[in-house]
């Protein structure tokens, strides 16, 4: 697993802060015997996980990683996949309130929304994490922990990478860029992040910005409505691996060459995406770790005890170069 660390201090006495506040709220989140079908307090955690899909290799390196950990950690893992759908995401956070879980933990498939059933939950005494993708609540008490990336920066480290190389360019630099699934938390923040970063140079244009849902297929679909629509398209910018591997397949139908006729950044550095950079298909990749699994269950347990822990839990990413690629590839574990 790669390194992690805890926030900084204002989070620290965030933490301490939200402890204080909710001290009653983790008391009451041990299991008895129901008799119903609840679970029995034998010492063993049961975790609810709802995941947010098979979308991507990002989300199945994922979805290993919590399966594996939980193994190890001798958690009872109940899995349920909401195939990209929030109806489906809060269908199963009802039935693990109804199973009298320990804890829940899900990957919210977007942010807004979730104040109903994060309720539900915290009247039911079950504690919840948030994993990899957060919420829009204003109150944070919903919640215990965020455990995940800073999606707006891996989208400005891409941004900044991208005015650098284009620091010498005369003329406009026309950008498409593929988002994530609309509304997600790592769609809008990684726009966000490369928008502001690419402000600072006005050539730099996004000429057209459209979602591709994460998958390659979605990539493959607009980037070919991309290349239809404009002419003229210097670089593209897709908020992860697999909708910019998809997209190689509409540019090289297009008779263009990827890497070259059209710069293409990506996020998350999954092994095709990696593979793909050190080709040269691709020219930048911003990480993204989906190896969130021990760390999610080591927070489980101590929620489950009552612990204090962070808010925010943020996972520490680097960036990738064609070169960069080329050394870390033989090493990649997903
Ligand atoms: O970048 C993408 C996946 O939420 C960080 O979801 C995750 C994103 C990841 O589908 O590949």
Redesign the pocket.
């Known amino acids: 697993m790669r390194k992690m660390r805890t926030q900084s201090a204002p989070w620290r006495a965030a933490a301490v802060l939200a402890s204080v506040l909710l001290v009653g709220s983790v008391a009451a989140c041990g299991n008895s015997d129901t008799g119903d079908g609840g679970t029995k307090d034998d010492g063993k955690i049961t975790m609810g996980f709802s995941q947010?899909g098979a979308?991507?290799?990002?989300?199945t390196a994922n979805t290993t990683s919590i399966k594996d950990a939980a193994t190890a950690a001798g958690i009872e893992l109940k899995f349920d996949d909401a195939q990209q759908k929030q109806e489906n995401q809060i269908k199963a956070i009802r039935n693990y309130i109804q199973q009298k879980v320990d804890v829940i933990a899900f990957?919210p498939v977007v942010e807004s929304g979730w104040d109903t059933v994060l309720k539900e939950a915290k009247d039911a005494g079950i504690p919840v994490i948030l994993t990899?993708?957060s919420v829009d609540s204003a109150d944070k008490s919903l919640y215990k922990t965020f455990l995940?990336?800073d999606?707006v920066k891996e989208g400005r480290l891409a941004g900044e990478w991208l005015v650098e190389q284009k620091k010498t360019a005369s003329g406009p630099v026309n950008i498409v860029e593929l988002q994530?699934t609309t509304g997600?938390?790592?769609a809008n923040d990684r726009k966000k992040g490369f928008a502001e970063a690419i402000a600072t140079n006005p050539n730099l244009k996004v000429i057209a910005s459209q979602t591709g849902d994460?998958t390659r297929a979605g990539g493959k679909q607009v980037m070919e409505q991309f290349l239809k629509a404009n002419p003229k398209i210097d670089v593209l910018f897709a908020?992860?691996?697999?909708m910019g591997l998809g997209a190689l397949e509409a540019i090289t139908a297009a008779g263009k060459v990827p890497g070259k006729d059209i710069t293409i950044i990506t996020?998350?550095a999954v092994k095709d995406g990696m593979q793909a950079l050190a080709d040269g298909k691709f020219n930048f990749i911003a990480e993204?770790s989906p190896l969130l699994g021990p760390q999610l269950m080591d927070l489980a347990k101590k929620v489950h005890a009552g612990e204090e822990v962070p808010v925010r839990i943020e996972t520490e990413e680097t960036t990738f170069t064609s070169e960069q690629a080329k050394e870390a590839l033989p090493n990649r574990k997903y």
């Open positions: 947010v979308e991507s290799g990002w989300r990957s990899d993708r995940g990336s999606f994530g997600a938390a790592p994460f908020h992860n691996d697999d996020v998350d993204c």
